[in-house]
Each structure stands twice: as C-alpha cells, then as structure tokens.
C-alpha cells in the first residue's frame, strides 16, 4: 500500500517517521521541497521513492497521505489530495478557520474519502482508562506552558485544541451551554478558560502559556471515584478513601503512550479495509467549530 507524507517537520521527526518506517505492508513516498530534509530522511530511514515536486507524489499512486506541512498549507494541500481521490491524515487543526475545514470535511465525505486529523490524544491509553470512570459529573483539563503567549487564533488552533478535543471526548454529555474567558494583552492571548455546561456536570479546560512551566494534567471526577492523569502518562485513582496508582511499563515506548501507534494503526487500517465505515467527521468538526467559536468570543 503507497503511503505519502508531505512535510518533514518536528511531529513528522518525532512521532510519524519512526511508527511509519517500521509498519509492515506499505511503500513509503515523502515529499518535501527541502532537498536538504529529504535526502536526510531517506538516509535515516532508508526511504526509496522521494519528491520535492507535489505533482509527482500526485501521480505516484499513493492510496492516502499524512500532511505535516505548515497549517496555512493544509487547506490547498488537502483540496488536491481530495481531488486526486487519496484520503488524508492532517496534523490538527485542519485549517486556522471553521468555515474551511468544515468545507474540507464535507468534501471528503461527498468523495468518500477519510479526512482524519491528528488527535492522537484520544488514542492515548491513560486517557482510554479515564474513560472508565463511570457517571462523571466533573472534568478538568490543564494544559500550560511557559512564557509563549500568542495570537489568539494560533493559541486556539494550534494548541488549545488539544484541549477542547479532550474535553470532548471526555464528557459524554449534550452541551447546554458554553463559558469563555481569556486575557488578551497587546494582541497576544496569553490564558484562557473554557467551561462546557450539561445537567449532568461540567467540564472545565484551562491553557495559561505564561505559566513558567510545561504540564497537562487531566482529572475526571464522579460520585464514587477522582481519576486523574499528569503529562500523559502517571495515572493515579482516588478511590474509597485510598490512593491508588497505576504505575506505568518503563517498556512501553512514549509514542505509544501518547497514543500514535494506534491512530495510526487505526488510519491505515480504514484504507486496508474499504468495507469499514469512518465515523469520524463530525467529532472532528466539532472541536473545530468550538474553537472558531472561541476565538470569535476573545475578538469582541
């Protein structure tokens, strides 16, 4: 199965290169106009088919794409891929605005093509076992860094997404009402707050990138148990009046933890197997016009 990738950039190094060169049954094609990049990734990996012009990777026969280009690149990008009929996998978000990735997401499904992005999150297994807590009525997510406010479009897109995906993903519940506050100074967001409201409970998600430090901690919280997870690894339960901790595999490789073996193994296998239906378009779009939505309240 030909697999392209288009951009080499940090999550490409880090996450994408080494679980894709070492997967069984499919041909690698990377494609960057950095010659310089593509002749060390094809080194390191041993990659044979390279390209740094975009139309030769059209016409290579590939079945899909992962895209790590810049985000202001997505959307061209990935209106060719659809239009050469290749599904894709994009790094969040998949363009800075609502109105253009929810056009790109209605594209793909009237094509029927997979149009994946990358919250790889979800696929973490410290916050599958979050799952687990039965009957939540509270869920609180902090994702903080040091020293990097930003504009606010690029805050929301860019990284507090991952904290609204969570979120979502987390509380199972209808969302009644939706609380935004931030602190914006000189044009630059430097904290904000998102509070999601259900008769059921409430999830509450924090990012300050003025906090002097790099942390995410996740709490999910129900009548009979507090669960909680800190940097996407340590879990640790409170539960009838003890403290329990999970421990963690010191074996078990930090891209696994982190969740990208399995998005990807769950990517490729909906290209392997046409037959199985992706249902994930709308919990995509979902986090995105959330964010649009956010980003709109900040502006005023």
């Not at 931030?182 to 990138?209: C, D, F, P, W």
């Not at 193994?265 to 249902?279: A, G, H, V």
């Amino acid at each position: 199965m030909k697999i392209g990738m288009i951009g080499i950039g940090d999550i490409a190094w880090k996450a994408y290169l080494p679980v894709l060169s070492q997967t069984k049954g499919i041909e690698l094609h990377i494609f960057t106009r950095n010659k310089e990049t593509l002749n060390d990734v094809a080194a390191t990996y041993h990659i044979e088919h390279i390209y740094h012009n975009f139309e030769e990777l059209l016409a290579s026969g590939i079945e899909a794409a992962f895209v790590h280009s810049s985000t202001s690149s997505h959307e061209e990008i990935i209106d060719k891929l659809l239009d050469h009929g290749i599904h894709v996998y994009v790094d969040k978000p998949i363009t800075y605005f609502g109105v253009s990735s929810t056009r790109l997401i209605e594209k793909a499904k009237e094509k029927g093509l997979i149009l994946m992005v990358g919250f790889n999150r979800r696929f973490a297994p410290p916050y599958r076992q979050l799952t687990e807590v039965a009957n939540p009525n509270m869920v609180i997510m902090q994702k903080n860094r040091g020293h990097h406010p930003a504009d606010t479009r690029t805050f929301i897109f860019d990284d507090f997404i991952h904290v609204i995906d969570t979120l979502l993903y987390l509380f199972p519940y209808t969302i009644e009402e939706v609380i935004i506050r931030g602190k914006v100074k000189n044009g630059e967001l430097y904290h904000v707050t998102l509070q999601l409201e259900a008769s059921e409970g409430t999830a509450i998600g924090i990012m300050n990138r003025d906090a002097g430090t790099t942390e995410e901690i996740v709490e999910v919280k129900s009548p009979d148990e507090t669960r909680k997870v800190v940097n996407v690894s340590n879990i640790t339960s409170h539960l009838n009046k003890q403290i329990l901790d999970f421990g963690s595999d010191d074996w078990q490789p930090t891209l696994e933890k982190r969740g990208f073996y399995d998005i990807i193994s769950q990517f490729l296998d909906l290209i392997r197997n046409k037959s199985l239906p992706y249902t994930g378009y709308d919990r995509d779009l979902e986090t995105h016009l959330l964010a649009e939505k956010i980003v709109q309240h900040l502006k005023k």
